[in-house]
């Protein structure tokens, strides 16, 4: 009797196992037929408020319907934004993956990119090809939006902060790359970078000219020096107070970019790392736990004991973090650990 009934839980269980991709491929085909139709009513919206012409005025219509409805909010306080890289994620089957955008044009919330897919799937309704523009200043990263007009040009807007990159003596669209070149040039940010309204914030573009971008798919290097040690003092980022902020702080305000405050990757797979040194040092990186080997992606490789990485460098050295070589962590749900400080000692 108890052969029956472990055959008939088996049997279930093959049928459960069956039935879950099929129930998850519905779930897939009617999540993004209500994107589409949402988006479909936010173009006619778009479209009927700003009256646009031109391919160009079409993009920057519904750049600002975007930007005016996208509420600016931590993703970690949204479930959906939380799931949304292993729903998206391209390892899955083509169809068994929710299309980029489905879950933002459904909540409207979120980070820079998060916005910046909802225009994407937005503009993708319309016919126009987009890719998702990663950018790092000295003190900030961001992520907007490169348009392809059916013309072959490409535009760059920002659905978040609230700009467009534009030719003044046209008024057509121009890419990220010509905005930054006409800036090294000399021009100013307001003659390139047209606001949506008067909420927009131009804090990230008052120093586009040293950004470094790349488009999605494509590595983006950020390049940081170590500041020189005075009077052969060792430099400290951060406090041992298991919490990563002031690395952040300390690291912008040596213009180092702020994002050594994590060992893995946390932010964007196709960034790549770079810390040189200017002259031979120590470095002594201390994680808030112990180094896990899923996480170290540096070359060259730390010496590991518990929760700290050293490194020792020469004048020219450097290293390299390449984040997308990093692994989840099925217990953190991450793929990175918090650093907790970084102490940058000299060497005789």
Known sequence: MRHKYLKTLIFMALGLM?????????????????????AQDLIQSAYSQYTPTTDDEKIIALAKTVYTRFD???????????????????????FLRLPNGVIETE??????DNAARMLSFMLNQEGYASLQWNMVTDSAGHSALL????????????????????????????????AQTKMRAG????????????????????????AMMAGEGFDLRIEATLPKLEHGE????????????????????HGMTPYWQYMGHRY????????????????????????????????PAPIVNGNKLTWT?????????????????????NSYIDVDQIAVYPID
């Not at 390139?192 to 990230?204: A, G, L, N, W, Y």
């Open 18 to 38: 069956l039935l879950a991709p099929l129930i998850w491929v519905g779930v897939i085909a009617f999540a993004t037929h209500r994107a589409e139709s949402k």
């Open 72 to 94: 600016h909010n931590d993703p970690n306080h949204s479930l959906l934004l939380r799931l949304r890289p292993y729903l998206t994620n391209k390892r899955l089957p083509s």
């Open 107 to 112: 909540i409207e919330t979120g980070l820079c």
């Open 147 to 178: 348009v392809t007009t059916p013309d072959g040009r490409e535009g760059f807007v920002d659905p978040f902060y609230g700009y467009y990159a534009t030719q003044t003596a046209t008024g057509e669209l121009i890419s990220a790359n010509e």
């Open 187 to 210: 021009q100013q940010r307001s003659e390139i970078f047209m606001p949506f309204d008067e909420s927009s914030k131009s804090v990230f573009y008052d120093n586009f000219a040293t």
């Open 234 to 253: 060792p430099l400290i980022l951060g406090e041992i107070n298991d919490a990563p902020k002031d690395v952040m702080k300390a690291a912008m305000t």
């Open 268 to 299: 964007n797979r196709e960034w790549v790392r770079v810390l040189k040194a200017s002259e031979p040092v120590k470095i002594v990186m201390t994680l808030t736990a112990p180094a896990e080997k899923s996480v170290l992606t540096a070359t």
């Open 313 to 333: 460098l020469n004048s020219g050295d450097e290293i390299t973090f390449r984040d997308g070589l990093a692994r989840i962590s099925l217990k953190r749900m």
